[in-house]
């Protein structure tokens, strides 16, 4: 199980998806598994379906996406599929017990655990998410001083394994870091 975390806009995605070329094993991306529910799920709720900043979405909306995410994972490894978790994984990732907790659950199970953060600036992101042109990153967009302010760029989260730079003009490209850390979580 890999799990690749990042901000908006970080490259978490286009990394997962080079690791899943390299090494075949099931890419599953947490917006593109729930977000027509999630969608759903925040209209019935009388919320904006692009809300992604909320109590409501982040008490309310969140863990249920994290739940489908991990349970999908759960059901690709139990018959033996390696599987790439791309989503942000901002708070699991900073919680020492919770990662504590999935690494001794992949023990168990005799399951190799390996965590990788996508590091960005906040200028690349911006342009990363302006780019992509997602309904998702409006709130973001037009309140950007307030979403970075309340994000750290500068560290990766406590139990990351591999941190990959994906900043516009980085001296290695994604492709390449992709490489660079499969050989080190495989080591």
């Known amino acids: 199980m890999v799990l690749v975390g990042g901000y908006a806009g ?33 209209i019935s709720l009388g919320s904006d379906p692009n809300d992604r900043h909320s109590e409501l ?26 599987s790439i978790l791309s989503a942000p994984f901002i708070t699991g990732l900073k919680d020492e017990a919770w990662f504590t907790r999935l690494e001794n659950r992949c023990t168990a199970k005799g399951i190799d655990l390996a965590a990788i953060w996508v590091r960005c600036d906040p200028e690349s992101m911006r342009e990363y998410i302006e780019f992509r042109g997602a309904a998702r990153d409006a709130w973001k967009l037009n309140n950007w001083e307030q979403y970075i302010s309340g994000i ?36």
């Open 152 to 187: 750290d760029t500068d560290n990766s989260p406590p139990t990351t394994h591999v941190t990959v730079d994906n900043r516009l003009g980085s001296a290695i490209s994604l492709a390449d870091q992709t490489r660079e850390a499969l050989k080190r979580i495989l080591a």
């Open 10 to 42: 970080s490259g978490k995605t286009e990394f997962s998806r080079f690791l899943s070329d390299i090494t075949g094993w099931a890419f599953l991306d947490k917006d593109s598994l729930t977000r027509s529910i999630v969608e759903r799920l925040l």
């Open 57 to 82: 979405y982040l008490k309310e909306v969140r863990p249920l996406e994290y739940r489908c995410l991990m349970e999908t994972a759960w059901d690709n490894l139990n018959v033996g599929t390696s």
